[in-house]
T-cell receptor
Framework: RKEVEQDPGPFNVPEGATVAFNCTYS??????FFWYRQDCRKEPKLLMS???SGNEDGRFTAQLNRASQYISLLIRDSKLSDSATYLC???????FGAGTRLTVKP | DAGVIQSPRHEVTEMGQEVTLRCKPI?????LFWYRQTMMRGLELLIY????????DSGMPEDRFSAKMPNASFSTLKIQPSEPRDSAVYFC????????????FGAGTRLSVL
């Protein structure tokens, strides 16, 4: 079993929709969690860290569920510019999920 | 700072040839990571260094792959001999010890082995 797993998608949603991604991790001792965004043919860039109590950054909300060992990313009022692949990362040694591809359509 | 610098950006080689990928981390960053990304397997951690010392190389696929970090400002990933299944995008990333939330990736090297 991979250490970090994500639904690869693709998720195709209309503008304005709310979309959520989950990412599960196998190491219960994991302490640090992150969401990255990767545009086509570009490098991953940090979108946001995930804190135990959950955190929000504008239209983006990240949550952690330790009991079920998953993190989630919620995007509200999606924009065309949100189209990208979203990767979760776990721990300081940065194990990544394979990424979830999102396409937002007009 | 120019960020993490990788070279070359693109590499096309023939099966059996040696390939060397290079990375210059951000100055002052103590951690350096090498990743490989493919459609099938996603972004895989190959190896990472802390203060130039390899900490975990469990992701290195096989003996054909080797990585070195001779000093704080330079690392190489070598594949010898290369095979078509090594075709992928190889990313290098660096991070300072004091802040695990900040990891910066280089632009990657797109490797094609024919």
């Amino acid at each position: 079993r991979k250490e970090v797993e994500q639904d690869p998608g693709p998720f195709n949603v209309p503008e304005g929709a709310t979309v959520a991604f989950n990412c599960t991790y196998s190491n219960s001792a994991s302490q640090s969690f992150f969401w990255y965004r990767q545009d086509c043919r570009k490098e991953p860039k940090l979108l946001m860290s995930v804190y135990s109590s959950g955190n929000e950054d504008g239209r983006f909300t990240a949550q952690l569920n330790r009991a079920s060992q998953y993190i989630s990313l919620l995007i509200r009022d999606s924009k065309l510019s949100d189209s990208a692949t979203y990767l979760c990362a776990v721990n300081n040694d940065m194990r990544f999920g394979a990424g979830t591809r999102l396409t937002v359509k007009p | 700072d120019a960020g993490v610098i990788q070279s070359p950006r693109h590499e096309v080689t023939e099966m059996g040839q040696e390939v060397t990928l290079r990375c210059k981390p951000i100055s002052g960053h103590d951690y350096l990571f090498w990743y490989r990304q493919t459609m099938m397997r996603g972004l895989e951690l190959l190896i990472y260094f802390n203060n130039n010392v390899p900490i975990d190389d469990s992701g290195m696929p096989e003996d054909r792959f080797s990585a070195k970090m001779p000093n704080a400002s330079f690392s190489t990933l070598k594949i010898q001999p290369s095979e078509p299944r090594d075709s992928a995008v190889y990313f290098c990333a660096s991070r300072p010890t004091g802040d695990p939330n900040i990891q910066y990736f280089g632009a990657g090297t797109r490797l094609s082995v024919l």
